[in-house]
């Protein structure tokens, strides 16, 4: 039997303001629990596809569905309640350089506590104890002290990660997430993301420009070329040759 989907995209394009296009009738869904990859040249549309899922983007035709409920409905509270399940992982890792490892990880609890509390940093035993769980889950606990600034790329992006666990998610996107990390440092993160997927049942969509890393990596692999969807295949009828059209000049 079919996985349900857990996201779907409905005849989805995105057009900016300048004129752009950014995805053109994006049709696809993702069953939950996937380990998504998908690749492109950079402008093909891979983070304005991945940012439409919590809204970071806007859609100008279709819907974007998550559990089976349209993400355009979502408005104010009920739109952080919707980013909470939704863990973003950057490129840039998003930390705060001045502030500790414990402190950046327990800001990605923040959306379950008062904006009083949370700019007071007043949160619970339970919550500070979970930062070291999931530093741990990271092999990062050792760090739990150090300023942010003071560790290398491939660290900071381990502590994103922490901070994302910390959302309770049931989606990870991951922008990008190793595009600044030298090989050791990329094979350590992408380990990570493909672990939480599998004993956690996380479903994990990943952009990536490496073809090798896709085919290591996704159990699905779909192709973004100037915002259409140009490929899409369960990674047991990927080809190598296949891939490298999806880099073709058009």
Do not use: C
């Not at 049942?201 to 090798?212: D, W, Y």
């Amino acid at each position: 039997m079919e996985q349900a989907p857990i996201i779907s995209f409905k005849h989805v394009s995105k057009v900016y303001s300048n004129g752009t296009v950014g995805l053109k009738d994006i049709d696809f869904s993702i069953p939950k629990g996937q380990f998504l990859v998908v690749v492109g040249l950079s402008g093909s549309g891979k983070s304005t596809l991945m940012r439409t899922i919590n809204r970071m983007h806007e859609v100008t035709e279709g819907e974007v569905y998550v559990e089976n409920e349209a993400v355009s409905a979502y408005k104010g509270r009920s739109l952080r309640t919707l980013r909470r399940r939704i863990g973003m992982i950057f490129q840039n890792f998003n930390l705060i350089n001045r502030s500790s490892v414990e402190k950046n990880v327990l800001s990605g609890r923040v959306s379950y506590y008062p904006t009083w509390k949370s700019v007071m940093g007043l949160f619970s035993a339970e919550d500070k104890q979970k930062v070291v769980t999931s530093l741990n889950r990271v092999n990062m606990a050792e760090k739990i002290y150090a300023r942010a600034d003071e560790l290398s790329g491939g660290q900071q992006q381990r502590v994103a990660i922490a901070r994302t666990l910390m959302q309770d998610p049931k989606i990870i996107l991951a922008d990008e997430p190793i595009a600044s990390l030298d090989p050791l440092t990329t094979k350590t993160v992408m380990d990570i993301l493909k672990r939480l997927n599998q004993e956690d049942g996380l479903t994990v969509i990943v952009n990536l420009h490496s073809v090798e890393l896709a085919r290591e990596y996704a159990d699905r692999i779909v192709g973004l070329r100037a915002g259409e969807l140009v490929y899409d295949e369960p990674i047991s009828a990927v080809t190598e040759a296949d891939l490298n059209k999806i880099y073709q000049a058009i």
